[in-house]
């Protein structure tokens, strides 16, 4: 049963004590209620040990009451302090996958091949820290179970573009190297047309790794908006709830992520029958 409880019994049973002691003390001796004896008892005996216990009691009651004051504001501390390492992680992964972005596809993204110029990463090392964990007992307590679970989408869509772009190195290598080669036996080291490339890469091999990124950018440009909407809800709602005091909460802002334009070829169909076009139109060319 709560201890809150079992307190106010007793200091129900206390205080009732020494109001009957202060009622008793209203009387002479001559006039007591009581036989001289008993009153005796209560006055020598009962008395000082009610006194005693009393004040032992209300001791115990204040130094529970200093505890309480001091776990609640730990707690509220705490909380403070978890809610600014979440949003901090938050932060840097949205800006990790902003910064992806700039560098890799958006300086390409209207060129007629965007597929073949993005670069490979390098050096490319995700942040290892969960901001859910660093969360996740606030928005329990609070009641936010649904921003929990977009907190964990959220950090699931980071990892996965991470992977995504390690693939994709893994897949641009030889290409690289297949283009490597051809260059080495041209002259001035110029641009192979849309039809030297089937020659170098096949119409297969261009048509996976178009596939594979443009689905890589759709998916870091789908990451950039979750995470985004999400950092808005997470300073909208989560500061009032834990403001403590003087103690500093960590505001950020995200800056709005814009959609990458879609690509030249719009899709596996289109890119294939331009490549066929330029096979062919190369044959046409050889045979004059």
Do not use: C
Not at 31 to 57: E, H, N, Q, W
Not at 108 to 119: A, C, V
Not at 127 to 145: R, T
């Amino acid at each position: 049963m709560n201890p809150l409880f079992w307190i106010g019994v007793t200091v129900g049973i206390v205080v009732s004590i020494f109001s009957f002691f202060s009622l008793l003390s209203a009387f002479p001796e001559t006039y007591s209620p009581f036989p001289t004896s008993v009153s005796s008892i209560f006055k020598d005996i009962l008395g000082p040990v009610a006194a005693g216990f009393g004040g032992a009691l209300l001791g115990a009651f204040a130094t529970y009451g200093i505890q309480s004051h001091a776990e609640r504001r730990k707690e509220k501390i705490a909380a403070i302090n978890a809610y600014n390492k979440g949003v901090s992680i938050l932060s840097m992964k949205y800006n990790d996958l902003w910064v992806l972005k700039h560098q890799l596809v958006t300086p390409h993204q209207d060129k007629e091949l965007r597929f073949m110029h993005i670069p490979r990463t390098q050096g490319l090392f995700p942040n290892a820290e969960n901001a859910a964990d660093a969360l996740n007992q606030i928005f329990i307590k609070e009641g936010m179970g649904d921003l929990l679970t977009k907190m964990l989408i959220a950090e699931k869509k980071y990892a996965a573009i991470h992977s995504s772009f390690q693939e994709r190195n893994d897949m641009v290598q030889p290409f690289a190297k297949q283009l490597d080669t051809y260059l080495a036996k041209t002259r001035g080291r110029q641009s192979p047309t849309l039809g030297e490339l089937v020659g170098i890469h096949s119409h297969t091999s261009l048509l996976r790794l178009y596939e594979y990124s443009e689905q890589l950018i759709r998916t870091l440009d789908d990451a950039l908006l979750y995470l985004h909407t999400l950092s808005v809800r997470l300073v909208s709602e989560l500061p009032m709830k834990i403001h403590f005091e003087n103690n500093p909460i960590i505001m950020f802002k995200t800056e709005q992520p814009h959609t990458t334009p879609a690509p030249f070829y719009k899709d596996l169909n289109d890119l294939s029958a331009a490549l066929e076009a330029a096979v062919a139109e190369s044959k046409s060319k050889r045979r004059k």
